[in-house]
């Protein structure tokens, strides 16, 4: 009702687009935003990682291994030098280093790790930039 009422329409049909966007994929979930500080996660680490061979199924083997692991919150391929970036969450210092020398690192086939631990978050946006159109 509170959408409906946002975008000018009666809630029937707004439920209706609504289900159609879900139906259709452009609407996957929902979420909450959880502070991660909250939860004891004070540590975000971005990790580019090089992997020895860039066959299919060594890329694939390597996104099933990262699949497995709650830490990481989100993995992209990259083109160029790194292969992928890890977006990691930890509790404290020694949680990652713990997770970096026997999970990450000791992976197979993974050549290199490069970390950079963030200082502070100035900008989060979910989703991407969108226009009024008529869904």
């Known amino acids: ?7 000018g329409l009666t809630a029937p049909p707004c439920l209706r ?23 004891g996660f004070a540590i975000t680490v ?11 199924s ?14 990481v919150r989100e993995c992209y391929m990259l083109n160029g030098e790194i292969d992928f970036i890890l977006k990691i969450v930890a509790r404290d210092l020694q949680s990652f280093q713990r997770f970096l020398t026997s999970k990450l690192t000791a ?20 989703g991407v930039p969108i ?3 008529d869904y």
């Open 1 to 7: 009702v509170e959408l409906a009422n946002r975008v």
């Open 17 to 39: 687009r609504v289900r159609a966007l879900e139906e259709s994929g452009v609407i996957r979930a929902y979420h909450a935003e959880i502070d991660s500080g909250e939860l």
């Open 46 to 56: 971005f990790a580019m990682v090089s992997l020895r061979s860039q066959a299919e």
């Open 58 to 71: 060594d890329l694939e083997a390597f996104e099933a291994h990262v699949a497995e692991l709650p830490e």
């Open 107 to 126: 992976a197979p086939n993974v050549s290199s790790v490069k970390t950079s631990l963030t200082i502070r978050r100035s900008k989060h946006l979910a």
């Open 131 to 133: 226009e009024v159109t």
